[in-house]
């Protein structure tokens, strides 16, 4: 029977995990992967989280409060993501995101909008980084508070205003210097928008309309269904006047512009400017059957 929870919604992964196998080879990367989400489990048990599951390179969490799920994240990030002088040990990192907020778990599994924002988050985070939305950081203790510092506002699926994001700074040396809090003012531009097309369906990112949602779950924006193509795949965004396509996906997203360059985006995010191909886990050409056309328009 499905039930209504507020927990802090925790994502870890590895980062450059498929540069990881191109370099290592298979069975070391796979092996420096393995142990990596072994860490994240094992923070997460020891911090009263709950493990809900693994996806590839990535652990998905829970945990009663917000403070648990910021010190399983420290630990994991203090034992992965260091230097090392071992030569036998693969360099690694991983990038951490947190939400707190209401969930409906079903069986072993939750949903609901505050996992995408979890994600969101994680999607914002660079290696080495612990992100967590404003909303989160209310809920933390003030001792955790002074580690935090805002770095960035972003919009999220379902609200429509955008969402503060802080990092947990982990690292004491870090933590030493503290920026002051962003805050971002409203300017007045020359608004202009990006044009998707998909086989018969158009969708605009502009100053009113300010995402798109692509993938193969039915509720997207733009529906493309594919073998290689993620339930919630990417995201274009408009942020402060450019428009960033935001990938969220296991096998990432490819753009191809018009005059034939090529840029491959996992995990990671990249701003749209002319015209060009987006291509979901593949690279599409342009008028092939899975392509989704996109022009920016001043």
Same mark, same amino acid.
């Given at each position: 029977?499905?039930?209504d ?5 925790? +994502? ?7 540069q990881? !196998?191109?370099?290592?080879?298979d069975?070391?990367?796979?092996e ?5 989400l072994d ?5 997460? &048990?020891?911090? %009263?989280g /709950?493990v809900?599951?693994t996806?590839?390179d990535e652990?998905?969490s829970? +945990?009663?409060?917000v ?5 399983a994240?420290?630990?994991m990030? /203090? ?5 090392s002088?071992?030569?036998?040990r693969?360099?690694?990192s991983?990038r951490?995101?947190? =939400? !707190?907020?209401?969930?409906v ?5 939750? +949903?609901?909008a @505050?996992? &995408?924002?979890? %994600?969101?988050?994680? /999607?914002? @985070?660079k290696s080495r980084? #612990? ?11 003030e001792?955790?508070?002074k580690?935090t $510092?805002?770095?960035?506002? @972003?919009t ?10 802080y990092?947990?700074l982990?690292n ?6 503290m920026?002051p809090?962003i805050?971002?003012?409203s300017?007045q531009?020359n608004?202009?928008k ?10 605009e990112?502009d100053?009113? =309309?300010k995402?798109?949602?692509?993938g $193969? @779950?039915?509720?997207?924006d733009l ?8 339930r #919630?795949h990417?995201k274009?965004e408009?942020r402060r006047g450019?428009f ?6 296991t096998?990432?997203? +490819?753009l191809?512009n018009?005059?034939g360059?090529e840029k491959?985006v ?6 749209l ?6 291509g979901?886990g ?5 008028g ?5 056309h !996109?022009?920016?328009?001043e």
């Amino acid at each position: 029977m499905a039930k209504d929870l507020e927990v802090a919604i925790l +994502f870890a992964d590895v980062v450059g995990s498929t540069q990881l !196998y191109d370099k290592y080879g298979d069975t070391k990367a796979s092996e420096t992967v393995a142990l990596c989400l072994d860490v994240m489990k094992e923070a997460t &048990h020891q911090f %009263n989280g /709950s493990v809900i599951k693994t996806i590839g390179d990535e652990v998905m969490s829970t +945990f009663p409060s917000v403070d648990d799920a910021m010190r399983a994240a420290m630990q994991m990030q /203090s034992r992965i993501s260091v230097d090392s002088k071992d030569e036998d040990r693969i360099p690694v990192s991983i990038r951490i995101g947190c =939400h !707190y907020g209401p969930v409906v778990q079903e069986q072993n599994d939750i +949903f609901g909008a @505050a996992v &995408h924002t979890a %994600n969101r988050m994680t /999607s914002q @985070a660079k290696s080495r980084q #612990i992100v967590i939305s404003g909303e989160t950081v209310a809920k933390m203790s003030e001792d955790l508070k002074k580690q935090t $510092r805002q770095i960035d506002l @972003a919009t999220v699926r379902g609200k429509l205003d955008e969402v503060a994001l802080y990092e947990l700074l982990w690292n004491p040396d870090e933590a030493t210097s503290m920026l002051p809090t962003i805050e971002w003012e409203s300017q007045q531009r020359n608004v202009s928008k990006v044009v998707l097309t998909f086989r018969d369906q158009t969708c605009e990112v502009d100053d009113q =309309h300010k995402s798109v949602i692509m993938g $193969r @779950a039915d509720d997207n924006d733009l529906v493309i269904k594919g073998n290689l193509i993620s339930r #919630i795949h990417a995201k274009v965004e408009m942020r402060r006047g450019k428009f960033i396509l935001v990938d969220q996906s296991t096998n990432g997203t +490819f753009l191809q512009n018009v005059q034939g360059e090529e840029k491959f985006v996992r995990r990671d995010s990249t701003e749209l400017t002319g015209e060009g191909t987006i291509g979901l886990g593949r690279l599409e050409q342009p008028g092939s059957p899975l392509a989704v056309h !996109y022009k920016t328009i001043e």
